[in-house]
């Protein structure tokens, strides 16, 4: 059997435990779509769009916590993996990206689809590399295992298509051995970085003078298995903990110590806990914009203990009072056990206050309300899915005025909820939950996607057939791109391109093969949204909301 440049690029990707493809055929691509086809360890999953291949790819590596390939042809397959690929970095996911070429001998030359792929995506990926005839092994190991090391990311591998199709002199057996190893270290346990010992015993004795103390959880949480010391620290001490919106379940929001999340979207009494704690201690975060509302929300009178494993993060908008280069796990755990024989206090009443107002505030925010307009109250939407589906369901959310309610459901683990929250992009729903389905087969995945959003990419609804993949697609339509008519109408008082008109997407869906559904009263919303959660497969509800709630 012939090894060619696209056997030992598939084949260092299944040694390296990618069982995950998701792409678009292209010329450049079709020998190593081949070589998959000739594994059984891995999957070649054909998308629609290359957006949604990268979309899918991220939402498959966040549930499995595994390296996961997108791949496109050269030229506009390439580009259209940016948006995907870009996400993807902005939140720390390793999905490796493979594009392919025109031949090495052509480039340079201005030739048809040639474009500078290699310098666009070096600018949001942690490793971009073009393969080399005498180096395609060491590089695309390089790039799977920089994808999983220290904090995740995307990484990207050019692959021309002479390199691919020529032959190759395969790699020895012991160097697929030792990928084997490098990998499986990398995904099951990150390397530890555990803080000072004399950064642990300043953070426990600055909390001890304490009267507010908060945590605040990042998304390093999900990569480094901060679910129990994280839970551990706060039930020890009674101490509040919120977390980013891509961190959501590293502690559970049914917790009693759980005060939802941070950000510029967050529940009023989240903020204000924030603001007005007296010690904050933030793990696992970069403290971004997001996070902090513009870097307004921590007090600037405020101990401030920061521990992350960027260095580039500490000390980069806050002044911390303690810096530590650590994973959140390690920094949980040693200030568990210092605290336990130093600290003999615990904060159980502000915590019993602060989660009272939040669950308050969570709830009267879901309350359905009287309206003025015709369609569907969201909140009823919420409602009723909370009442009919799984009790362990999960879900993801695009970017725009639809999460609005949606985001306020309950997250009660790491994989509760899927969102590329540092990048925010419309369109994103829909290929989280596609991926994040299938890296969760036995577990309940909803979408909810504003019309604008879903309609970019409502193509691969035919992949969600094709692929038997049993997402529910919830669409909170009100025939507009609301956030921004919403700003429109403040600042303008008219609307300019943010109106237009929408298909039936209940008829979109039938068309596909999948099961549909619409509404557009509340009072029929209980007994659709029991129908549509229970098909056995994918299916889409359409519901034609009140575009005057929150407008």
Request: glycine content about 8%.
């Amino acid at each position: 059997m012939t090894h060619t440049g696209a056997t030992t690029v598939v084949e260092t990707l299944v040694r390296a435990g990618v069982d995950r493809m998701f792409g678009l055929v292209g010329t450049t691509v079709l020998e190593i779509v081949d070589e998959v086809d000739q594994h059984e360890e891995i999957e070649y999953i054909t998308t629609r769009h290359e957006q949604v291949a990268a979309g899918m790819a991220t939402g498959y590596a966040l549930a499995t916590r595994k390296p996961t390939v997108s791949i496109s042809h050269v030229g506009p397959g390439a580009a259209n993996q940016v948006i995907g690929v870009a996400a993807a970095y902005r939140d720390n996911v390793p999905v490796v990206s493979i594009t392919g070429n025109e031949a090495s001998t052509r480039l340079g030359n201005d030739v048809n689809h040639e474009w500078d792929v290699m310098d666009v995506f070096d600018s949001f990926t942690k490793y971009s590399t073009q393969v080399e005839p005498h180096d395609v092994f060491r590089r695309t190991r390089h790039a799977v295992l920089q994808s999983i090391t220290g904090i995740p990311g995307p990484t990207h591998i050019d692959v021309p298509r002479d390199i691919a199709e020529s032959h190759r002199e395969p790699p020895p057996n012991r160097e697929y051995d030792r990928l084997e190893v490098a990998s499986g270290q990398g995904v099951a346990s990150r390397t530890p970085s555990c803080p000072p010992a004399e950064s642990v015993a300043r953070a426990v004795k600055l909390l001890a003078e304490a009267e507010r103390p908060i945590i605040i959880a990042g998304n390093e949480c999900r990569w480094f298995e901060t679910e129990g010391p994280l839970q551990a620290f706060a039930e020890a001490f009674d101490i509040p903990v919120v977390t980013t919106q891509s961190s959501r379940g590293a502690l559970s929001e049914a917790h009693p110590r759980s005060l939802g999340y941070v950000a510029n979207s967050g529940l009023e009494p989240t903020n204000a806990a924030v603001k007005d704690a007296d010690y904050v201690l933030a793990v696992g975060t970069r403290l971004s914009d997001q996070t902090t509302a513009d870097w307004s929300i921590i007090d600037d009178e405020a101990t401030l203990v920061h521990a992350t494993i960027r260095a580039s993060e500490l000390d980069r908008f806050y002044s911390a009072d303690v810096s530590m280069l650590s994973d959140p796990a390690s920094t949980l755990t040693a200030l568990l056990d210092h605290a336990r024989d130093e600290l003999d206090r615990r904060w159980t009443d502000v915590a019993d206050e602060l989660r009272a107002a939040y669950e308050t505030a969570r709830t009267q925010k879901l309350e359905p309300k009287d309206h003025a307009g015709p369609g569907v109250d969201p909140r009823v939407v919420v409602q009723s899915v909370v009442k009919h589906a799984d009790d362990d369901f999960a879900f993801t959310t695009g970017g725009g005025t639809h999460n609005t309610y949606p985001r306020l459901l309950p997250v009660r683990d790491m994989n509760g909820k899927f969102v590329t929250a540092n990048f925010t992009g419309m369109s994103q729903g829909l290929p989280l939950a596609l991926g994040a389905q299938l890296g969760m087969p036995d577990r309940q995945v909803i979408t909810f996607e504003g019309d604008g959003g879903f309609a970019m990419v409502l193509q691969d609804l035919e992949t969600a057939v094709r692929e038997d993949i049993p997402v529910k697609i919830i669409i909170l339509n009100n025939d507009a791109f609301m956030s921004h008519a919403i700003r429109q109408q403040d600042r303008y008082g008219r609307y300019t391109g943010t109106k237009y008109g929408n298909p039936p997407f209940d008829h979109v869906a039938e068309e596909f093969g999948m099961r549909g559904f619409t509404v557009n009263e509340d009072e029929n919303v209980d007994e659709v949204v029991r129908d549509f959660l229970a098909v056995d497969g994918p299916a889409l509800l359409d519901v034609h909301v009140d575009p005057t709630i929150d407008a």
